[in-house]
């Protein structure tokens, strides 16, 4: 059994404060590596659920492209994970096995599966919940394994109330990851970002469906890296102090703020990051704290983290210190962190294009134009090169320094999806090592 990734947590902030300033930033930058040996020494379990829909006929190419996807994806699964196919319509449905339980994925169980697949066809209506439900009962009795769903639909969750799909995530969130892709125009974004971010997942689309398959088998093999479940960010904050926010800024924007759990005393919160391979993510914390005096040091946070088994016990796998330091040095309380600074501004990008789409959609073209242009400026200084492709093909761009911008008059369905669906992927900026 091959050892498991190492981690590394580095804290960058500016930890000077002037006297009476109470907030704290600081990105904590988290990094896993795979230790010698490389290959995931931990239980996997596998869910793919199939949107079987009626609209999946139309075009035809849309449900053949969902077949040759879940194909590649049940290739992609590692020997000896169970897995299952779900088709999802107004119901939910075993497409393989035929009962409601797992399969260990090897040469026979794949042949089978990729059988059941290629018989599969359109028709019904649309209830995301109930497939979700299905995927929960089905991980029931893998509680020690990774736990990874892909969910793929084409349209709108119209055949159940939204407290129904609320009610399912409610029931999963925690349960297992889940990755939501989107095939076609005539999906909702926020719908299907909203299962995503419940279930620690991603949110795409993929407006080509000839790519469909190649993209489910990165997302499938991404899921087989995993080597570590249930990964939980741990902040300890002193007495009297107050966390604000708590954000993964990378690879894309996800506020873990509200999802905090107790932590082992009143003075800590559990924030959910899910499983974790070979891989690097940042996350922003904010802590407002007493303000203190000139010459005053504290420590603000701790920030730790911690792999949770099945019986609730924690590991650390590392642990990085927020600091505060009040101090009346103009070159010391005045300089800003290139690393703090750098992701505020991402969070601003992601904003502004979420304000400036959705007041484009409302008719408010000043607005959008506004927002729009702010967008470009900030995709411009952050260096978020893939985002700046994305807007200019939603607005014209004049002068991408002052983000001076106009609204173009035509723009695809697919185009203004891509970026809205994109809008939380950040570029991942260089380190400022000059903090404390």
Known sequence: MSAQPQFSVNVYQNEYLSEGAAEVNAIVSVQSAAAYGGAPNTRAAQVIMVDCSGSMDYPPTKMSAARRATEAAIDAIRDGVPFAVVAGTHVARMVFPGTEYLVPADASSRAAAKAAVSRLTAGGGTAMGQWLALADRLFTGHDQAIRHAILLTD???????????????????????????????????????????????????????????????????????????????????????????????????????ARRAPGPNPLTGDYPTGAWGAESRDYQVCVQVRPGSVGDEMLAGRVSLVSVDGAGQATTLGQGLVKATWSDD?????????????????????????????????????????????????????????????????????????????????????????????????????????NG
């Open 330 to 434: 103009i070159a010391q309380t005045g300089r800003i962190d290139r690393t703090v600074a750098d992701y505020t501004g991402q969070t601003e990008l992601a904003d502004a294009i979420r304000e400036g789409l959705e007041a484009r959609k409302n008719g408010d073209l000043d607005t959008a134009t506004a927002r729009l242009g702010r967008a470009v400026k900030l995709a411009a200084e952050s260096g978020n090169d893939e985002t700046a492709l994305l807007l200019s093909k939603v607005v014209d761009v004049e002068d991408p320094a002052t983000g001076t911008v106009r609204l173009k008059s035509r723009v695809s369905d697919a185009d203004e999806m891509t970026l809205d669906t994109r809008s939380t992927r950040t570029a991942r900026v260089g380190k400022n090592r000059n």
């Open 155 to 257: 349209g709108k969750d119209e055949h159940e109330e939204p407290s129904d799909l609320a009610a399912a995530l409610s029931r999963c969130e925690g349960r297992f990851t889940c990755d939501c892709r989107g095939i076609g125009t005539d999906w909702v974004v926020a719908e299907l970002r909203r299962v995503s971010t419940a279930l620690l997942g991603t949110v795409d689309i993929v407006a080509d469906p000839t790519r469909l398959a190649t993209d489910f088998q990165q997302i499938i093999e991404h899921a087989m890296g995993k080597a570590v479940g249930d990964v939980r960010l741990r902040l300890w904050a002193p007495q009297g102090a107050q966390i604000k926010f708590v954000k993964q800024v990378a690879p894309q924007i996800v506020d873990l703020s």
